[in-house]
Nanobody
Framework: QVLLAESGGGLVQAGGSLRLSCAAS????????MGWFRQAPGKEREFVAT????????YYADSVKGRFTISRDNAKNTVYLQMNSLKPEDTAVYYC????????????????WGQGTQVTVSS
């Protein structure tokens, strides 16, 4: 059993930055790719970013490329999402998840999910 807990969300003005954290407990995540997803009200959950087990390979949704950075610290069993130049359309609940199939954008390949953290970007 893996428990994932996101933190770092909040209210920020457009153009601002936030850093989300995803702390894992119960079992190590160091040998698994991890991902961030988000879900806005009335919309489906969508892929944001993923990182492979070592942190050496990352992949981003086009909508966040160049603004968001995913990283990980396996010693701390934690994954991060640095979000810069935030836009109102980034407003959503952000979730981290553990992948069963490497660094992928396929939601169905993720088995453990956190409860999410709210990010609200005001214009």
């Amino acid at each position: 059993q893996v428990l994932l807990a996101e933190s770092g969300g909040g209210l920020v003005q457009a153009g601002g930055s936030l850093r989300l954290s995803c702390a894992a407990s119960g079992r190590t995540i160091s040998s698994y790719a991890m991902g961030w997803f988000r879900q806005a009200p009335g919309k489906e959950r969508e892929f944001v970013a993923t990182v492979n087990w070592s942190g050496g390979s990352t992949y981003y949704a086009d909508s966040v490329k160049g603004r968001f950075t995913i990283s990980r610290d396996n010693a701390k069993n934690t994954v991060y999402l640095q979000m810069n130049s935030l836009k109102p359309e980034d407003t959503a609940v952000y979730y981290c998840a553990r992948s069963t199939a490497g660094a992928t954008d396929a939601l169905r390949r993720y088995d453990y999910w956190g409860q999410g953290t709210q990010v609200t970007v005001s214009s």
